[in-house]
C-alpha cells in the first residue's frame, strides 16, 4: 500500500463557524482520496479584512505566526482553505522575502528564524498536489445534470505577482477540476468579479447587489449551481440570497457550493454527509438531475 | 566631525562599450552615486587580467568592481563569455585565500543603465563599507617595509628616478 | 617625459562640482607634468589654441585633457595635438564631466576624486606609446536588414546614389506593416498606393540585389569588410522559372488549414500562397506544414497545373555569402498579442479584454484590415463574428503601452494617431455609427497630426474618454465595456459591438537574436540601441551599422522614412572614401617572449591570431609562436589577459599602463 500523503492544514476561523461545512467536507473529501491532514496546532488568525488595513507589520506577524507553527511542526506544505487566509499567507511571505527589514521585523516580534520556505497552498492546489487521477479514480458518480459556474471571487488568483498561479483575469483552473466530476462548467463573465466581500455585515446592501449581479450573470449563461473556494464569498452568495428574495419578489433561488462538497458528491457521499445542508439554499443532485429531467 | 572618517577606494574595470557608456548616461542623466570609485576603462571585460585585480588590492582598494556588456550582448561577441569563466574561477581562488565575499563584485551593465549602474556602484560601495577596510595586503606590507624600510627621496630624485625608469 | 595638464571647466558643467583651478594647481607637483592649466571650455577655438601653444612652447610629449566622457571629445584634442605636432595616442582624456561631476554633489569629494583620476591618467599617458593609425579597404555594398517601407527607402537611396545594395527580406514578399495598412494619418492617403511603386522600383532596379524570404544567419568582420550569411529559405517553387500566374493557388485543395498571417488571422490561405496580391516578388511560396504533399506524399495538384514546371517539392533552403561594407537595420516591430502569457514572459497579457476569446475584440493591425478595401470584408465594417455591421465601436488606447506592470514603461507614440484615423475611417463608412475613444493622453506632435485628431472629434463626431477600462464582458452578442471617465469622475459603461484594442508596438521577437549575430546593443524590450541618443541617432555602436525604423524605438511612416534615408546617407560617407582609417588598438605578439601555447588562439573571437613559425637562417624551425593579425584583430583584449606569460599586449591598453593606473590610485 502507498503511503499516505500527509498535508498541513490552516483551517483559519470560518472553517470553525460560518463555514463548518467547508471544513467537513474537506476533511471527508482529502480522506476519500487517501491523504490525510496534520492541523497546525494552535494556529491563529490570519490577519484577514481588518488587520492588514490597520497595521501592516502586525498582520505580517499575525499570519507568519502560523507558518512559524507549521515549520516548527515540521511541515513542508500547507494548505489554507480560505481564499483570504491563503492570500495573507502567501502575501506575509511574499513581503518577508522582498523586504529584509519586514522580515527581521516580523522574526523579531515572534522571537523565531525561518529556515524553511513552507508552500502554502490554496484548495485548487491541494488538489493539484493529491493528483487530480485520484479524483478520476475514486470518482463513484458522474455529474452530468450539472451546469456549473466557477466562482473565483477576488483573492483566490490575485495578486497574480505573488499568487504566481492562473491568470488574474481568465482563470481556468477550477473548471478543469470541476470537469473531472462529469460536470459541465460555463463559461461566463463574473469569475472574478466582486461579491462585497467583508462589507458583508455593515453595508448589506452593497453585498446584495453585487452577489446578486454575480448570480444573475451565471444563470443567464446557463449554470444551475455554483462553486466557490472561499467561505467569504460563500457567505455572501449564499446567505444573501434570503434579501435577495425579500427584496425582488421573482428572484429564484440558486445554489451555491463549496468545491469541495461538489466533489464529494462525485466521490459518492450524499448531501447530509457532507454538510450541504447547513446551507441556506438547498440542494440536493438527485432531485436536481430528476428536475432537469423532466424539462 | 574631528575625526578623519575612513571612505573605501573601489576601483572599477569596466569595459568600453557597455559599462564605461552606461556610466556615462549615468552622468548625462545627473544621477548620483558616491564618489570613492574610480573607473578604469579596458577595451573588453574578457581583457581584465586577473592580475590587475590583485595588483589593486595590493595597492590598497578596499572593493573591487568589474563590469561588461551582458551576455550576448558583448561588442566583440564572446569576450564577456571569457570574462564570466575567469571570474567565476578567480572568485573561488579569492574565497579559498580568505579574501572577504564582496570585496570583488561582478556585474553586468549595458550602455543604456546608467540607473543600474549607479545601484551596482553604491551597492559596491555599502557592502565594502560595512566590511571595512581591506588590511590583509596593508598589514603584510607592513611587515615587510618595517624589516626593510624604503629610502626616503626628495622630489628632485623622484623625478630622476622616474626619467630613469624611461 | 613633459606633460601637459589642461582642466575644462565646461562652463559651469565641470566647475560646479570640481574645484577646476583647484585640480590643475594640484596637478603641477606631479611627477613629469610641466604645465598643468585650468580653462573655461578646453574644446572651444581658444582652448585648442592654448593646448597647442602649450605643446609647442614647453616642448611636451603627450598631454592629459580632463574634459568629458572620452566618447565626446577624443578626437578633438587628439587632433590639437597632432597639430602641434605630438602622436593622437600620447593623449589621454579624464572623464571628470560624466564620471565626477555630474554624479557627484559634495564639491570637496569631487574635487579630490578628479585630481586622483587625472593623476591615473597622467601615469597611464607616461607609458603610452605613440601608435599610427591602421588603414583597411572599403567594400561599397551596403546590407538592408528587412523590406518594410525603411528598408524599401535605404535601399533605394544607397543604390541610386550608384552603390549595389543586398535587401534581405524574410516574409516572402517586401512591404512590411504599411502594406497591411489601410489608409495613413493625417492626410488619408492610400497606403497600398503610396507603397507598391516603390516596392516594384525596388525590384527593377539593377545595383538591388533582393533576397525575399531569407534571413541573415551570420556576420563577420568589421565596418567596411562584413562578411555576410544568408540563408535562403525553399519556396518550393524555382523563382526563375515562375511567371506568377497563380494557377497553383487557386487550385490548390487546401483552403482552411492556414490563417492567412497578412490579414492578421482574419482569413484563411491556401497552402501554396503569396501574401498578397501586390506582393513583390509575385512568386508564391508553399507552406510545408500545410501542405498535403508533404504529408503523405500525395496531392501535387499544383505541380499538374503549373505549365512551367516550376513547382519543386524538394527544393532546399540555399545558404548565401555576401561581402558588404555596411548594414542597415530596418528589421521593423510587432504588435504586442495580448493574449494570455506564459509565467515566464516578461510582459503580462490582457485577460480582462478576453483578446482572444471574444472574436470581435481586435487589434490595430486587425482593423487595418478590416478598413482596407483589399481585406478580407473588402473595406466593408463587418465585425468577425458574425459579419455584421458594427453599430457601436469602443477604441482602447495605450493597451500595454505606457503601462509597467504589463511590462511596458514606454509611449508606442503611432497608437494615438491611427486609433483617430480609425475611428474616422468607420465614421465616414458608417454614418449612423457611435465610436468611443478610451484614452489616457493624446500625443499627437507632428505636422498636421494635432489637427487630423481635432478633426476626428469636432467633425466626426468621436467621442473621447478620458479614463481606462477596467473589464470587457460579451453578453449577448454585445460586448460590455466598463471604464471610468476621469474628467467626469464617473464610472461609464458602454455596450459595444466591437472593440479595438491599440496595443504597444514591440520589437520583433527575434531582434535580440539578430542583435548578437550582427553585434549590436538592444535595450530590454529589444529595441536596438542608437550610438548617441541626440547625436548619433543613426548609427549602433558598432561601427558600420546603422539603424532604420521602428527597430529602434516606435515609429511613424515619416519618421521611418527620414531614418532611413539617413542611414542611407550614413553608409554612402562610409563609402565617400577607398581606405578607413582604424584605431591601431590591436593586440600584438612579442616574438621572444611567446612560448607557442596558443591560448590567444583558442579565445579570440575573430581568428585573428595566426600560427607562424620561428626559422633559423637555414630554414629550420625553431618555435611557433602565435601572430596577430592586425586586419581582423579588434582589440577586445581577451587575449592579454589569458597569456600566461604576458607576452601579447593591447596597443593603448597594455599591462604596463594599467599598472601605472592602479599604481596611482
Known amino acids: 500500500m502507498e503511503a499516505i500523503l500527509k498535508v498541513g492544514y490552516f483551517p483559519g476561523c470560518s472553517q470553525t463557524g460560518t463555514a463548518r461545512e467547508y471544513d467537513i467536507s474537506l476533511r471527508k473529501v482529502v480522506e476519500n482520496l487517501g491523504a490525510s491532514f496534520d492541523e497546525v496546532k494552535d494556529w491563529s488568525c ?12 502586525l498582520a505580517s506577524a499575525l499570519a507568519m505566526r502560523n507558518v512559524m507553527l507549521a515549520e516548527q511542526q515540521g511541515l513542508d506544505d500547507m494548505v489554507a482553505p480560505c481564499a483570504a487566509c491563503y492570500n495573507r499567507l502567501v502575501s506575509s511571505q511574499y513581503e518577508m522575502k522582498k523586504h529584509p527589514e519586514v522580515k527581521q521585523e516580523v522574526e523579531s516580534v515572534l522571537e523565531t528564524k525561518f529556515q524553511k520556505d513552507i508552500k502554502v497552498m490554496n484548495l485548487i492546489e491541494l488538489f493539484m498536489k493529491i493528483g487530480l487521477e485520484k479524483i478520476t479514480e475514486n470518482r463513484k458518480e458522474e455529474l452530468k445534470s450539472l451546469n456549473v459556474a466557477c466562482y473565483y471571487g477576488c483573492l483566490l488568483v490575485r495578486p497574480a505577482e505573488i499568487t504566481k498561479f492562473d491568470d488574474a483575469e481568465q482563470p481556468t483552473s477550477m473548471e478543469k477540476l470541476v470537469e473531472l466530476t462529469g460536470a459541465k462548467t460555463v463559461d461566463w463573465n463574473s469569475k472574478v468579479e466582486c461579491c462585497g466581500a467583508a462589507h458583508s455585515i455593515a453595508r448589506r446592501d452593497i453585498v446584495v447587489e453585487l452577489s446578486k449581479k454575480i448570480i444573475d450573470d451565471a444563470k443567464r449563461h446557463g449554470a444551475n449551481v455554483m462553486v466557490v473556494a472561499c467561505p467569504m464569498c460563500h457567505t455572501n452568495l449564499d446567505m444573501r440570497q434570503t434579501i435577495m428574495k425579500r427584496v425582488f419578489p421573482e428572484y429564484k433561488e440558486f445554489p451555491v457550493l463549496y468545491l469541495t462538497e461538489l466533489l464529494g458528491l462525485a466521490l459518492g457521499m450524499d448531501e447530509k454527509e457532507l454538510g450541504i445542508d447547513l446551507h441556506t439554499v438547498k440542494f440536493n443532485y438527485n432531485e436536481l438531475a430528476a428536475e432537469k429531467a423532466t424539462v | 566631525m574631528s575625526e578623519e572618517k575612513w571612505e573605501p577606494k573601489i576601483v572599477a574595470f569596466v569595459c568600453n562599450w557597455c559599462t564605461y557608456t552606461g556610466a556615462d548616461l549615468a552622468g548625462t542623466s545627473r544621477l548620483k552615486y558616491p564618489t570613492n570609485v574610480k573607473l578604469i576603462r579596458v577595451m573588453c571585460s574578457g581583457g581584465i587580467d586577473p592580475v590587475f585585480i590583485l595588483k589593486a588590492f595590493e595597492r590598497g582598494a578596499d572593493g573591487i568592481l568589474v563590469s561588461g556588456c551582458h551576455p550576448n550582448d558583448c561588442h566583440y561577441n564572446a569576450g564577456n563569455f571569457h570574462a564570466r569563466r575567469r571570474w567565476e574561477f578567480f572568485d573561488e581562488l579569492l574565497k579559498f585565500l580568505g579574501i572577504e565575499e564582496g570585496r570583488l563584485q561582478f556585474s553586468w551593465v549595458s550602455a543604456s543603465e546608467g540607473k543600474k549602474f549607479v545601484d551596482v556602484v553604491t551597492k559596491v560601495t555599502n557592502d565594502v563599507k560595512a566590511m571595512g577596510q581591506f588590511k590583509a595586503y596593508k598589514d603584510l606590507n607592513d611587515e615587510f617595509t618595517a624589516k626593510f624600510p624604503e629610502p626616503v627621496l626628495n622630489e628632485k630624485e623622484i623625478i630622476m628616478s622616474e626619467e630613469d625608469a624611461k | 617625459m613633459k606633460i601637459g595638464v589642461f582642466i575644462c571647466h565646461c562652463g559651469e558643467n565641470i566647475g560646479r562640482t570640481v574645484d577646476c583651478p583647484r585640480v590643475a594647481k594640484a596637478c603641477e607637483w606631479l611627477p613629469g607634468v610641466e604645465v598643468s592649466i585650468d580653462y573655461k571650455y578646453m574644446c572651444s577655438d581658444p582652448g585648442q589654441n592654448m593646448i597647442k601653444k602649450e605643446i609647442i612652447d614647453k616642448k611636451l610629449d603627450a598631454i592629459v585633457v ?60 607616461k607609458r603610452d606609446q605613440p601608435l599610427t593609425t591602421i588603414e583597411v579597404p572599403v567594400t561599397k555594398r551596403t546590407l538592408v536588414i528587412g523590406g518594410g517601407i525603411a528598408g524599401i527607402q535605404a535601399a533605394l537611396d544607397v543604390a541610386n546614389a550608384g552603390y549595389e545594395v543586398v535587401l534581405v527580406e524574410k516574409e516572402p514578399s517586401i512591404g512590411g506593416h504599411m502594406s497591411q495598412l489601410s489608409e495613413t494619418f493625417p492626410t488619408l492617403d492610400c497606403s497600398q498606393c503610396i507603397l507598391t511603386p516603390r516596392m516594384v522600383e525596388v525590384y527593377q532596379h539593377p545595383k538591388i ?360 546617407a550614413k553608409a554612402m560617407v562610409l563609402f565617400g572614401s577607398d581606405k578607413l582609417e582604424r584605431e591601431p588598438v590591436v593586440a600584438k605578439v612579442s616574438a621572444d617572449l611567446c612560448a607557442g601555447c596558443f591560448l590567444c588562439k583558442k579565445v579570440c573571437p575573430y581568428g585573428a591570431v595566426e600560427v607562424r613559425e620561428v626559422k633559423t637562417r637555414d630554414g629550420v624551425v625553431i618555435k611557433e609562436i602565435a601572430y596577430v593579425n592586425e586586419g581582423l584583430c579588434q582589440g577586445c583584449g581577451t587575449c592579454t589577459a589569458s597569456c600566461p606569460s604576458k607576452s601579447v599586449e593591447l596597443a593603448g591598453f597594455n599591462n604596463e599602463e594599467i599598472f601605472a593606473q592602479i599604481a596611482a590610485l
Open chain 3, 66 to 125: 580632463g574634459s568629458c566622457s572620452p566618447h565626446m571629445h577624443e578626437k578633438t584634442f587628439r587632433k590639437a595635438a597632432v597639430a602641434a605636432g605630438i602622436n593622437p595616442f600620447l593623449v589621454e582624456i579624464t572623464n571628470l564631466r560624466e564620471h565626477c561631476s555630474w554624479v557627484h554633489d559634495d564639491i570637496e569629494a569631487a574635487t579630490e576624486k578628479a585630481i586622483e583620476m587625472v593623476r591615473m591618467s597622467v601615469e597611464k599617458v
Open chain 3, 209 to 568: 540585389k533582393l533576397m525575399t524570404f531569407s534571413e541573415v544567419e551570420k556576420v563577420d568582420g568589421f565596418i567596411g569588410n562584413f562578411t555576410v550569411t544568408i540563408r535562403n529559405k525553399a519556396r518550393h517553387i524555382d523563382e526563375d522559372k515562375c511567371t506568377g500566374c497563380g494557377l497553383c493557388i487557386t487550385k490548390c485543395p487546401i483552403r482552411k488549414k492556414a490563417y492567412n498571417s497578412f490579414e492578421e488571422n482574419l482569413a484563411h490561405r491556401p497552402a501554396v500562397y503569396v501574401p498578397f496580391p501586390q506582393a513583390v516578388p509575385n512568386i508564391p511560396v508553399i507552406d510545408e506544414t500545410v501542405c498535403t504533399h508533404y504529408k503523405n506524399g500525395k496531392c501535387g495538384i499544383c505541380v499538374t497545373v503549373c505549365g512551367r514546371e516550376a513547382i519543386n517539392f524538394d527544393q532546399q533552403d540555399k545558404l548565401v555569402t555576401e561581402e558588404v561594407g555596411a548594414i542597415i537595420m530596418a528589421t521593423g516591430y510587432k504588435l504586442y498579442n495580448i493574449d494570455k502569457k506564459p509565467d515566464d514572459s516578461i510582459y503580462k497579457g490582457y485577460g480582462e479584454y478576453g483578446y482572444g476569446k471574444y472574436k470581435d475584440v481586435v487589434d490595430g493591425l486587425q482593423f487595418e484590415r478590416i478598413a482596407s478595401a483589399s481585406g478580407p470584408t473588402e473595406g466593408e465594417f463587418k465585425r468577425p463574428s458574425d459579419g455584421k455591421e458594427p453599430k457601436k465601436i469602443v477604441f482602447i488606447q495605450c493597451v500595454g503601452s505606457r503601462d509597467e506592470s504589463k511590462g511596458f514603461s514606454y509611449c508606442s507614440k503611432i497608437c494615438c494617431m491611427y486609433t483617430a484615423k480609425h475611428a474616422m475611417l468607420y465614421k465616414h463608412k458608417v454614418h449612423d455609427g457611435e465610436a468611443y475613444v478610451f484614452y489616457m493622453d493624446i500625443r499627437s506632435g507632428g505636422k498636421m497630426y494635432d489637427e487630423f485628431v481635432r478633426r476626428a472629434i469636432e467633425e466626426d463626431g468621436v467621442k473621447y474618454i478620458r479614463g481606462r477600462v477596467s473589464k470587457i464582458t460579451e453578453e449577448d452578442g454585445k460586448y460590455i465595456v466598463k471604464g471610468e471617465d476621469t474628467l467626469a469622475g464617473m464610472p461609464i459603461t458602454i455596450e459595444a459591438d466591437m472593440v479595438v484594442l491599440a496595443t504597444a508596438m514591440i520589437a520583433q521577437p527575434d531582434a535580440s537574436t539578430l542583435a548578437q549575430t550582427v553585434g549590436i546593443p538592444y535595450d530590454k524590450h529589444g529595441f536596438f540601441n542608437e550610438a548617441h541618443p541626440k547625436l548619433r541617432p543613426i548609427e549602433s555602436t558598432t561601427g558600420g551599422v546603422f539603424l532604420a525604423g521602428a527597430c529602434q524605438s516606435p515609429k511613424d511612416i515619416p519618421e521611418s522614412v527620414a531614418m532611413a534615408s539617413a542611414a542611407a
Open chain 1, 46 to 57: 490570519c490577519g484577514a479584512t481588518s488587520a492588514h488595513v490597520t497595521n501592516h507589520k
